[in-house]
C-alpha cells in the first residue's frame, strides 16, 4: 500500500507540475506567435520567454524522482 | 572601439567619404554630442552642400527612377557584368536611355494588350469550340439570334430557364455545355425580335454575355471560328517577336544600364553622406566609431591617399558616450560561430561582457551531457558536415553547423562516458561498458551532477556580473553580488551537511553566517533582494534539466531497443527500431539545443548581460 | 458564459476558420497599436503631413477619405477574422453596431444608383454572403429595405418597421430609428461587462448629444431619449426643460470627469469623444482581453476620424485643424 502511495505522490508531482507548464506555455507560445507576426526582430526574446516555465516542469520531476528513489 | 575624428580641407570631403566607403570599417555618427569641444560649438555646423552637389543630387535621382522604370519593362535575363565607367559618358548615357526608355515602354504596352488580346480569344475559342459541338442540333437562320453566356454556379441554369421563359413565352432553346475549367457554356437561341429584352434582363441578372469583337459580329459560326483562330496564332506571333526583341535589347544594354545604376546608387550615397558631416569655415570634420585594431590602417590609408592633408584622430571616450558606442561582436576561431547564439538576442551593452566565448565552450558542454550518445552522435558528426559542405556560402546555416559539429562531438564524449550507442546498444553489439555512470540507473547521482553543474555555471555568471560591476565602478551592484556568490556558498555547505560524510557541527556557524549576510542583502539589492537570490537559488535547480532530458532521450532508446526485440521478426524489428531512433534522433536535436540555449539566455546571461547595445553599422558599399 | 447575440450571426459572416487563440491576437494587437498615430500635434507641424501618411511603413496606407474609412473597415474585419469564436460572440453586437454605417452607405449609394461604389464597400464588409447578396439583390431600394428589415427582426420586432419609416419619413429617419432600435435591443441582451459599459457609455454620449442639439435649436418639442445610459432620463429632461444650454456641462462632466468652458458644438462632442477614448484606456489595462481589443478598435475608429478631418480640411488652416482633432 505504501508504494502504491508513494508512486501516486510522484505521478502528482509530475503530473500537475506538467499540466502547469503546459497551460503556460501554451498561453506564451500563442502570445510569442502573435508577436513574431508583428516584430520578427524579436524571436530570441520569445524563445527565452517559452522556456520560463519549464522549470516548473524540472521541478515537479526533481521531486517525483526523490520521492521515488529517497522515500524507501 | 574608437571614437574617431577625421579632419580636413573642404575640397577633399567626398574623396574622403568614397575612402571611408571603399574601406567599410568606419561608422559615422550624424550627432555632435560628445565629439566637438566645449565652447567651439558656435565655429562649427552641419555641412550645408553647394549648388552643385544639390543639382547633382537631383540630377543622380531623376536618373534612377528612370532607370527603375526601364528595368521593369525587361525580362530578368542573366547578363554579364560591365565595367564601364559611366562618369564621363553620363550625358550621352541619359540621352540615349531616354530613348530606349520610351521604346520599350512602348514594347511594354503593346505586350500588355496582345496578352489581354490573347486570354479574350482564348475564350472565345473555347466557347466556340463547345458550342460548335452544340450547333449540330441548331440551324442558323437570319431571324434567330445567339446570346453566348458563362456561367458561374449551375444551380443558375434553372432560374435562367425559367427567366427566359417568362420573357420568350417559352420560343428559346438553351444549351449549356461545362468546359474544362468548370465554368458553363450556354447558348441561348431567340427570336431576333426579342433578343434585346433577353440580354437586358440577363444583365440585370448579373450573367455576362459572351460578346464578340464587332469584326467577327456579321460572320457564320464556322467563319468566326477559323477567324479567331487566325488572330490568336498572329496574336501569339507577336507576343513572340516582343518577348524576343526586349530580350535582345536586355543582352545588349542591361549590362550597361545596370552598372550605372549601381554607380548611380553609389555616388547618391556618398552625396548624402555629407549631411552627417561637420564643418567649420575651410575644414570638415567626419565623427565616427570604429574598431580599434583598424584605426592604424584608416590612418594609412588616409596619409596613402591624401599625403598628410587628411588627419585621423582617436577621441577619449567620455561617461555620456558609453550608452551611444556602437558594438560589433569580434570573435575568431573556434568561437566565432557562437555569435550566432548571441545575435538572437539583442546585443549586449559596451560596458559588458561578450557573452561569446562563455556561449562557445558551455554550450556544447551542456548539449553533449544532455544527448550523451556516442551513436547519435556520430548521425549528428556526420549531419554537420554534409550541412558545412553544402552551405558552404550560406553565413548562418555554416555557423550553425559548426556549432552543431563541435557539440556532436561532445555528445561522443560523453557518450562513452555514460556507456551509450544508440542506448544499450553498444553494450550488446560490441560490449561498450560506461566510464563513470549508467543514466538509467543512477538517477540520483546524475541530478547531484548537473547540480553541480548548475551552481559552477551560476556562481560564474554571477562572478562576470560583479567584474563588469566592479568595472563600472557601481559599488552598491559590486558588493550585492558577492554576497550572492557567498550566499550561495553558504547554502550548498548547509545542504551538503546534511549528507553522511559531512559533520553537523559546521551547519551552526554556516547557519550564524547565513543570518549576518542576510540583512546585508537588502541593504545592498533592496527589498526585492532575497527575491534575487531564491531566483539564484532556483536558477541552479533548473540545470536539474540535464539530467532529466538526457534520461528522457536514454529511456526513448531504451525502449527503441527493446520493440525491436519484443517484435519477434528481425526485418520488422529493425524498420520499429530504426523509426524510433530516428525520432530520437530529430529530438536530440532540438531539445539539447533549447534547453542548453535556455540555460545560458535565461540562467547564465541574467547575472552578468545587459542587454541594449546599438550595432555597428559602418558606411560602405552596398552589396 | 456565454453571450447572446446568436441571431446576429446570420447578418454577419461567421468566419470558416476558427480565428487563433485570444493571447495571440492580442500580442498582436499590441504591437500593431505602436503604428498607430498618437502625437497629432507632431503629425500636423511635420512639413507634408500626407507624404509622411503615405510614406508610412505600413500596408494599405491610403491617400483619400474614403481609403481611410476602407482601411479601417479592413482592419476592423482582420480583428474580426483573427477572433475565436468566443471573443467573436463578445464583440459581435459591437461590430454589428459599426456595421450598421456601412448598410447605410450602401442603402445610400443604392438610392444613387452607385452599385459599383456599393459593391466595393461591401467586398470590405463583415457582412455575410447571404446578407451581402440581399442587398446587391437589385430590387428598388424601398424593397431592399424592406428585406433588410425582415432580416433585422429577428433581433427586435422594432426593425419591422424599417420600410414603412423609410417611405413615410425619408433615410436619415430611417437610419436614425434603426440605430436607435439597434441600441435598445442591444441593451437587452446579454452582453460582456466591457461591451455592456461601452453600449452604456454610447448611449450616455448620443442622449447628451441629442439633448445638446435641441437645446442649441431651441426646440420645443421633447427629445426622445434612449435608455440604458448611466445618466437617468430624468436628469436630461430636466435640463432640457430649464432650456439651460450650459447645464450640459456638468453632464459632461459626469460622463468623462471633463469640465469643458464653453458649450460649443466642437467642445462637446471631442470632450465626449475623448470621455470614450479614456474610459476605453482605462478598460484596457484593467481587462486585458476583450478591453485591450476594444481600445484598440476604438483608438483605430479615432485615428480614421483624425485622418478624415486632416484629408477633408486641406487648405484650412493647420491650427484650425489641431482644434478639431481627437486625442
Redesign the interface.
Known sequence: MEKVLVAFAAALAIGLSAIGTAWAQ???G??????L???PEM???I??LL??P??MV??G??IA?MIL??VK | MSKVEIIGPKGLLEAALSLLKDLGIFQIEPAAVGFIDKGCEGHVTSFLPDETSLSEVLFLENLRTRLEELFSYLPPVEVRKSYIEPLPVIDTISKTMEKHCAACRDLHQRKEGLQKEAAELKRYLLFLATISSLLGSVRETPDLDFIGLTIKEPQMIGRLRELISRLTDFRFELLTETEEDGTIVGLITVEKGISEKVKKSLSDEHVPELRFPPAVADLTFAEKLSYVKERAAAVEAEIDWITGETKKFSTRWLPIYKRVKEWTDERLSLLKATAWVFETRMCFFINGWMPSGDVERLRKSLLGAFSGKVAIEEKEMLEEDLDRVPIVLRNRGYFKPFELLVKMLPLPKYTSFDPTPFIGVFFPVFFGMILGDAGYGLILLALSLTLKRVFRKKGDIRDGAKILLISSLYAIFFGILFGEFFGELGTALFGLEPLCVERRHAVIPMLYFSLSVGVVHVVLGLVLGLTSAMKKKAKKEAAFKLLNVLLIFCIIVLIASFFKPFPWLLSKPVIIVILVLTPLLFFTGGLLAPLELLKSIGNIVSYARIMAIGLASVLLAFVANRMAGMMGDVVIGVIAAGLLHTINIVLGVFSPTIHSLRLHYVEFFSKFVEHGGRRFAPFKKES | MRYSMRKGGEILECGREGGYPAEYLLSRIRGRRTSLITDWAAFLSSETPLDYLSSLERAGAENSPEGVWRRLLREYRWVYRQMEEGLREIFRPFFLYTELRTLFFCLRFLSAGEMTRMEELLGHSLFSKGFRKLLLGGGDVADTVGAVGKVFVSLAPGFGQMKEIFLTKGIRTMELHVTNTYLDYVRGSRLHPVIRAFFSRLVDARNIMTLYKYLRWEMKVAPRFLSGGSIAEARLRDVFAREDLFGVIPLVRTLTGEVIETPGPTEVENSLYRGMTAFLRRAGRSTPGPGLILDYLWRCSVEARNLGIILYGQGTDREDLKGELLR
Do not use: D, W
Not at chain 1, 30 to 35: K, N, Q
Open positions: 501554451s498561453r506564451i500563442a502570445a510569442g506567435a502573435g508577436t507576426a508583428e516584430k524571436s530570441g526574446t524563445i527565452i522556456a520560463i519549464e522549470t524540472i521541478l520531476f526533481v524522482t528513489f529517497t
